[in-house]
């Protein structure tokens, strides 16, 4: 019995006495992180929207520090007008000098600024200074997606 209760002893303290080397393993995998997805650039071609009557046409002809193009609108039960286009693009938002001829009148002139999201151009709306050609605070422009602007191929 002796034997027993030292034999046991013995073992207890070699049991008691012998450190853990466990190693932890990260039963986690990794997420998996997915490639970035390509953002769409502007590009110079043309921008359309077309329905219900209406068609507006934004053509970029020349993307640098300044973005030049041609802008026409042909707006259901309204006059149409064609002109030129030049601004810049800074976050994400195009915004320029419109010069057009509209009701035979040439030179005509009025800012206007268009959202570039997903791919689209969407036209931007805001409240004019007392001249009624530009936007009296830029950062206060909202913009609606009721006549995006899609890329398409220029008609000849």
Do not use: W
């Not at 490639?35 to 934004?58: D, F, M, R, S």
């Amino acid at each position: 019995m002796k034997k027993i209760v030292v034999t046991s002893l013995i073992l207890l303290l070699v049991f008691a006495c012998k450190t853990k080397e466990t190693k932890e393993v990260d039963s986690e995998e990794p997420e998996a992180v997915a490639p970035p997805q390509p953002v769409p650039a502007l590009e110079v071609g043309c921008y359309t929207y077309e329905a219900n009557g209406n068609k507006v046409v934004l053509e970029i002809t020349h993307i640098n520090e300044t973005v030049l193009g041609n802008l026409s609108y042909a707006l259901s039960e309204k006059d149409a007008n064609a002109g030129t286009f030049a601004g810049e693009l800074l976050d994400s938002v195009l915004i320029g000098k419109y010069t057009f001829m509209s009701e035979g009148t040439q030179g005509n002139t009025r800012e206007v600024a268009f959202l570039f999201k997903d791919g689209q151009l969407i036209e931007g709306y805001g409240e004019l200074d007392e001249t009624g050609t530009a936007f009296k605070d830029k950062s206060a422009l909202s913009f609606s997606s009721s006549m995006p602007l899609s890329k398409t191929e220029c008609e000849p």
